[in-house]
Structure formats: C-alpha cells, structure tokens
C-alpha cells in the first residue's frame, strides 16, 4: 500500500478554541496526509476571550524532536508553520528546512490581522519571519501580514487589481515560489483571497462573501486546506478555490447556528463538505 504523504506541522495547540493545530490536524487528516505536530507552546485556549491562558512554552522540545526524527529516518514532504512565539522559534523552523531539502516549504506568517500586528511581536521577531518567509516555497500572508513583510503601510482603502499584483510581485521576488494574501478588499467591491505562481508568471483571484463576524482561527484553516490540496498535487488555482470555498461555508456554518465566536468555526460539522466534489469556488486569472 502506497504511505500516505507526512507533514511536520509546527504550530502551537490550544486546549479550547479552534485554532492552530486543532484544525490543522483534523483537516489534513481528512484530505489524506498525515500530520506529526511539532508543538511550538501549549495553551489552555487561544488568546482572544478567555482570560488569563495558561500557556508552556515548547521551545526546548523542537530541536530535540528534530534530532530524534532524523536519527530515526523519519521524513517529510512539507514542512509547515504557522504561529511562532520567540526568534529562536524562527530559527528552528530554518533548522527543519535545511534538514529536509527536498520537503515543501509552507510559511503562513501569523504576525497581525485587521492593520494591527500582534501584541507579542516585536521588530526583531518581524525581521526573523522575513527570513523565514524569504526561505519559503509557499507564503499565505493576510493582507495585514504581507504589508508588514514588505515594511509598508496597511492599505486605508480598497486595492486595485495592479496594486496587489505589485504587492504579490515584490514578495514572491524575496524567495517563495508562490504567494497567496488573504483577506483583500478589492477597488471593484468584492473580497478576495489572491495568488501569484512566480515560476508561471501567473495570478489568482478567488472572491467570497464577507460574514459580520470574526472567528479565531480561520487563517490556519485557509492555510490548512490549500497545503493539503498543493501537496495532493492540485493546480494554484484550484488549491485556493477549495481552500476558500471551505472557509466560507465553515463559517457560514457557524454564524448560522449563533455558535459563541471565541469557540471558533464549528469544525466538526463541516469536514465532510471538504472531501465532497462540491467543495469549490470560481476563480479567475488577473
């Protein structure tokens, strides 16, 4: 029987509240791929809502789960990280690139959301996740995050098709092959997840409908779904129309049965819809 493709997720796990490696795992494990976290902090819940967490950092444990895998002969056809608490984090994540060369390489540079970066981040920390940005093969930045990498201001107002291109040209000229910024509103009035294939000189643009609620998480599950779907061999294009298509009815989901936003989208309920031939959006060429 053909192995099943291994992914080394590292990312944080949250006891309560969906995020991070409590959707990363279910999610790739539907689409077929195995997961093996590599547990970057534990936290009673996420950071949005409930209090004080109780929270252990895991730094120490990265290097030595790494040695262990290597000695043991264990490999990965990607590599995956999400949320990063600390520089030497960022340097471990490198660390796993250079030990599995031939592994697809996917950043999702979780620094900041709605114009605002993270109260834990600091400009250190912002400049270590440019290198390990530039170090990717895959970068999925929200709109908040692409404009820090790129050291400008968040955009006030609604983009131009010509004005996140430039935006997806300039990053995918620091390194990765491929960028997809989540999270766009576009000058014609529809939001959009967008993409650019360097190596193809091609662009994407998938667009959906904005729901009047906020739900943690739902970044690492965009991410989540479009690493499943490039790994199983998917088409740009294609990976970001399931990706997107799946988030929106994940949240719909959610909004519709009132479901408290801090426990995030209703994962549970929604996984089937992810492996059905119904599970896609229209996308176009900008």
Known sequence: M???KRVAAIHDLSGVGRCSLSVIM???SVLGIQVCPVTTALLSTHTRGFGDVVMKDMTDYIPLALEHYRSAGVGFECIYSGFLASERQVELCLDFF???PDAMRIVDPVMGDNGRMYK????ELCDSMQRLAQAADIITPNLTEASILLGIDYPVSQLTQNEIKGMLVRLAGRGP??????SVPMA????????????HNAFWRVSYEKIPR???GTGDLFASVLTGGLMLGDSLPIAMSRATYFLEYAIKTTFGYGSDAREGVMLEKCLPMLISNQCYMDYTAM
């Not at 092959?177 to 989540?182: C, E, G, L, W």
């Not at 014609?188 to 190596?199: F, I, L, S, T």
């Open 2 to 4: 053909k192995e099943l």
């Open 26 to 28: 279910p999610t790739l």
């Open 98 to 100: 250079e030990s599995y």
């Open 120 to 123: 834990t981040y600091t400009k």
């Open 177 to 182: 092959k491929i960028v997809v910024i989540t």
């Open 188 to 199: 014609d009035g529809k939001n959009c997840n967008v993409g650019y294939d360097r190596e």
């Open 214 to 216: 906020s739900y943690p």
